[in-house]
């Protein structure tokens, strides 16, 4: 594995792949790597010849400087936890080699980016767009792999991938859970022992409510017993609780076409995310 830093190293890296007809699959990444992220690295290794993970702490995502001041910055230790899994390249660029000085464009999706994250964190996702589309052109990748944690996320890179004529493939692979059924995340760290043990209600509260809603509980009420069952157990405060279309993101009263229910919510100053799918509703449900 080989630690790039410059853009101009690694096109001058990618060019020779290129000409050998290999193919190459890119991971994007913050860092703070966890299992999550390696089973993105497992499915890139299968899909592609090559695989470059990227690490890049993006600015321009964070909607405070408290939280972009407390994201953890682990670059050793990734590349340690990398290191079994043969990854050709580990891109870490320095601010300047995404947004040299003078930058003065941002890619901004609408539709999918409205709503849910998009609706709590004003510009998060024109930060998203804006860095993806610099990685897939910088890496010149075939796929890219993403988790379905960040449902929304994955539907606004699939977005602009299609609508700016990207060639790359936007691969979105299953969510990564810990043993007592919470996503993982690179924030769970900052939970703390008390507020870790809570937090296993999130993922168990949303199954309880799919299941209710796919046996034919009215959405509202089932949504409503969530919100109670998720205050009474310490959660301090619900951002959104929502039913949604899938993959569009619409809001729904009801699960009669494909959809998901997706959560947001604050435990201990740590925002929690998840999502599940929910089985189709039917008139004999």
Known sequence: ??????????????????????????????????????????????????????????????????????????????????????????????????????????????GVSEGLCGAARPGHFDGVATVVSKLLLQTDADCAFFGEKDYQQLQVVRRLARDLDLKTEIVGCPTVREADGLAMSSRNARLGDTARDTAQIVPRTLEAAINAIARGAPAADALDRARMALTDAGIEAIEYLELRSDPDLRLLTTADEPARLFIAAWLNGVRLIDNMQIARQTPDS
């Open 1 to 110: 594995m080989k630690l790039i830093r410059r853009k101009t190293d690694l096109r001058a890296i990618t060019d020779g792949w290129r000409r050998a007809g290999e193919t190459i699959g890119v991971v994007p990444t913050m860092g703070a790597l966890h299992a999550g992220h390696l089973s993105l690295v497992k499915a890139a290794s299968a899909r592609a010849d090559r695989v470059i993970v990227t690490l890049f702490v993006n600015p321009r995502q964070f909607n405070s400087p408290e939280d972009l001041a407390k994201y953890p910055r682990t670059e050793d230790s990734d590349a340690q936890k990398l290191a079994p899994f043969n990854i050709d390249l580990l891109y870490v660029p320095a601010p300047e080699e995404i947004y040299p000085e003078g930058f003065a464009t941002t890619v901004s999706v609408s």
